[in-house]
């Protein structure tokens, strides 16, 4: 009788890691399902489920597997986003607002953080939030301007006057730094 040996659940991690950063959701579904049952209770094998199943387009699978994630580590700031991400696209956006709030409470020194704040409020039609936390964003990373002309989720602020502030106060501030 030949013995196979055991699953290596740090190895198959590690490699659905790589596959997340080469953006293959497929093949990196398939290493995390190699992992036994009895070694996925970890906040990390459910983080990068919930990564995968997001790139796949899967959110609400995505936002499960998220949801588990935080139970393990609520302050996880990779988890955080991508809960948000899915809740904007199954059009939970309070649920977004609320999540990325939370995550501010815990990386207030990520910029980025503040710019999906500001996205989010642009979606709400609050334009006063949106704006608030864009220009917070931007003072702490001028270079965020650079994602601002694709970015499709301010288009209902775009010929706002003070929308157009905010941002060339910003690129002002970015062409002054370099």
Partial sequence: MVLLPASRPKRHLTAAEGYLMLEMPVQALRELSHIPEDDRDSEKFYR?????LQL???????????????DRDPENLTTLMGMAWC????????????????????????????????????????????????????RMEPRLTKLIPEETDFNSLRTDKDFQFV?????????QNS
């Fill in 87 to 138: 809740f904007k696209r199954t059009d939970q956006l309070p649920s977004a607002i609320s999540i990325m709030e939370l995550a501010y409470q815990h990386h207030s020194d990520e910029p980025i953080v503040l710019y999906n704040l500001s996205c989010y409020f642009a979606l709400a039609d609050d334009k006063t939030n949106a704006l608030s936390w864009l220009g917070r964003a931007l």
């Fill in 167 to 175: 941002v060339e106060s910003a690129e002002g501030n970015s062409s």
């Fill in 48 to 52: 990068l489920l919930g990564q995968a």
């Fill in 56 to 70: 796949a387009e899967r959110y609400e699978e995505s936002l499960e597997a998220y949801r588990d994630a935080f």
